[in-house]
């Protein structure tokens, strides 16, 4: 190989092996995961014919349609499972958009706010809206921290899930063991008589 050839490739070897950009995009170091599930589409188009086993599939398509994006977060892992359960993981801490893109909602945005690092955000019964989300049990709505604790405390943050007040509650290890698995949603792909 002649000299410049080598020098160029040596060149080119240090040139990728310089420093990250820093300035470009980071995994946070305390990373909260988001866990629920969606249960319809607003407005979504029914078969003229319901039965529990076309509504299944309706909801199946709808959700195999459905993409997530977290704002300003290159690296989230994660998706939505064809039940409407979903997980995401490595979301960054603080105020964070979620937007899911489904047919009919084109733009269905979950806005957390003051989300505290390592976090896990449990949002059950969602409603995709054309520009929000509708928490049908918002009493079921958690943002929990892992602690050393023997049993369930408040940590007296104040977290905001889709403009609903949750109060962090500091969470035993042990209990916690289900942040990093997508949930199961009650009753599976069962039709669902509250949603219109």
Same mark, same amino acid.
């Given at each position: ?12 070897? #240090? ?22 599930? $969606? ?15 076309? &509504? ?12 997530? =994006?977290? &704002? ?5 892992? +994660? +998706? $939505? ?7 995401? /993981? ?5 105020? $964070?958009? $979620? !937007?899911?893109?489904?047919? +009919?909602?084109?733009?269905?945005? /979950? ?11 449990? #949002? ?6 054309? =520009?929000?989300?509708?928490?049908? &049990? ?6 929990? /921290?892992?602690? !050393?604790? &023997? ?6 943050? !104040? ?6 007040? #949750?109060? #962090?509650?500091? !969470? ?5 063991? =289900?942040?990093? =698995? ?9 039709? /669902?008589?509250?949603?219109?």
């Amino acid at each position: 190989m002649p000299m410049t050839a080598r020098f160029s490739l040596m060149l080119l070897v #240090v040139a990728a092996c310089g420093p990250a950009n820093p300035n470009g995009p980071q995994v946070s170091k305390e990373p909260i995961s988001v866990r629920g599930w $969606i249960v319809d589409v607003a407005g979504s188009p029914h078969a003229p014919f319901q039965t529990p086993e076309t &509504e299944a599939a309706r909801r199946r398509q709808l959700f195999q349609s459905t993409y997530v =994006d977290v &704002e300003n977060a290159p690296y989230v892992s +994660g +998706g $939505i499972a064809e039940n409407g359960a979903f997980i995401l /993981l490595d979301v960054p801490p603080g105020n $964070i958009t $979620i !937007t899911f893109t489904a047919p +009919g909602a084109p733009a269905a945005r /979950l806005v957390l706010k003051n989300i505290p690092g390592n976090a896990d955000v449990f #949002v059950t019964a969602m409603l995709l809206k054309a =520009d929000s989300v509708a928490l049908l &049990e918002p009493k079921n709505v958690k943002v929990r /921290l892992a602690a !050393t604790i &023997e049993r369930p405390a408040p940590a007296n943050l !104040t977290a905001n899930v889709a403009g609903l007040a #949750v109060p #962090v509650m500091n !969470t035993p290890i042990a209990q916690m063991a =289900d942040r990093h =698995d997508y949930p199961n949603p009650p009753g599976g792909l069962r039709p /669902l008589a509250t949603v219109k």
